[in-house]
């Protein structure tokens, strides 16, 4: 082989690379949407569910593969975009119709939190690898340009809470910070444990648990803490809220529900293993499933409604309309659940972990698995 030959080779080979790889940029236009799922649980309060019955029969739609794997997370929509995080440090952007990708965004750490998509900005956080800090982006996708590359210590592993005036996101190391829209900081507290629960907020109190076993409320506006509740063990799993009642679980396998306003403990339930995914509440029902594949529905005294073993492992929050619950499984699968008995009505296989929570948008069911696939499923 001749040595021009050979560069001919390696420029080719490069090119493909470059291709393969692709530019750190998302540049398109949208639409005002007022009916977008913004977030992690569309609302800082986590919201997963939709006020109308689903069919059990799917289609695939389009499938679309990202860079690195998925935690907890979910996709975020807007108008005819979908944003999806993964934990190579990619912000990936598809078109909803067809799943065709527009752009991505490229970091050198990991995205454990859903990006929050305010109007035309991405927010987002990137936990650096062999650093102890977290960078907050936040990124004109119209535009295609950084509008502010905000450091902040310690590295942000769970989700984050946005809304139109502020960005609301806690560290492992126990930091709390609140952020504006222009990138300024508005405070910024320190717990004395490491926090791997995401939070969730309402009537502007933030809660979530922490390594201690303790159930934390704050004042979003002062940043002052309002109530500091020693349970059990740890809390990995995050928060959910429903009218003034906050729902979270923690490694003892304890649900607990508590007064938003005091932090008091109202009622538990002891479900016999770890919980660490968000649990999903409605005007009259909580759902909530285990690492032994349990998956629960109490009514809002604490009662058990019904119990159903999946013989998995449940670590995503489930998604609920008005006569399904959607929920996936690590081991390949997930599942069409009564939500009135708790049979399990249909199961779909897929190729790996299901770790994503799943998102009913549109017609669309979006699930995605630890291979880094996404899938958009259409309801026949």
């Excluded at 995205?111 to 960078?135: D, M, Q, R, S």
């Excluded at 900081?185 to 502007?204: C, F, G, V, Y």
């Excluded at 690492?291 to 629960?296: A, I, R, T, V």
Aim: glycine share 8%; proline share 2%.
């Amino acid at each position: 082989m001749g040595f021009l030959n050979l560069l001919k080779i390696i420029s080719v080979l490069s090119m493909l690379l470059m291709v393969g790889c692709g530019a750190s940029l998302i540049r398109t236009t949208a639409h005002l949407d007022n009916d977008a799922y913004a977030g992690f649980g569309r609302t800082p309060a986590r919201e997963f569910f939709i006020n109308k019955e689903i069919s059990d029969s799917l289609s695939l739609k389009w499938q679309n593969s990202v860079n690195g794997g998925f935690n907890n997370s979910s996709v975020a929509i807007y108008d005819s975009l979908v944003f999806i995080n993964d934990l190579s440090g990619r912000i990936y952007c598809f078109y909803l119709s067809n799943g065709k990708q527009i752009g991505q965004l490229k970091s050198s750490g990991s995205v454990f939190t859903t990006p929050y998509v305010n109007k035309y900005t991405l927010v987002y956080t990137v936990a650096e690898e062999n650093e102890n800090i977290t960078h907050l982006y936040y990124y004109d996708y119209i535009k295609g340009k950084m509008k502010y590359d905000i450091e902040a210590a310690g590295r942000s592993v769970t989700q984050m809470i946005g809304t139109p005036d502020e960005i609301i996101f806690n560290t492992e190391d126990g930091n709390v910070y609140k952020y504006d829209m222009k990138g300024n900081e508005i405070w910024k507290i320190k717990i004395s444990s490491s926090i791997h629960s995401s939070p969730s907020m309402k009537d502007n109190i933030i809660v979530f648990g922490n390594d201690n076993g303790e159930i934390i409320g704050i004042d979003s506006k002062t940043g002052r803490i309002l109530y500091n509740k020693k349970t059990g063990e740890s809390f990995f799993g995050a928060s959910s809220i429903s009218d003034n009642t906050v729902y979270i679980g923690n490694d003892n396998g304890n649900l607990y529900a508590v007064n938003l306003q005091k932090g008091n403990i109202i009622w538990k339930y002891n479900s016999g293993a770890k919980i660490i995914m968000t649990p999903s509440v409605t005007a009259d029902k909580i759902y909530f499933g285990n690492l032994s594949g349990e998956l629960f529905c109490l009514d809002k005294e604490g009662n058990l409604i019904w119990r159903t073993a999946t013989d998995g492992i449940l670590n995503a929050t489930p998604f609920i309309s008005e006569n399904y619950l959607v929920i996936p499984d690590m081991n390949k699968k997930f599942y069409f659940v009564d939500i009135n008995t708790g049979k399990i009505e249909k199961t779909y296989n897929v190729e790996g972990r299901l770790n994503l929570s799943p998102v009913i948008f549109r017609n669309l069911l979006f699930v995605g698995y630890d291979r880094g696939e996404l899938q958009a499923y259409e309801f026949k």
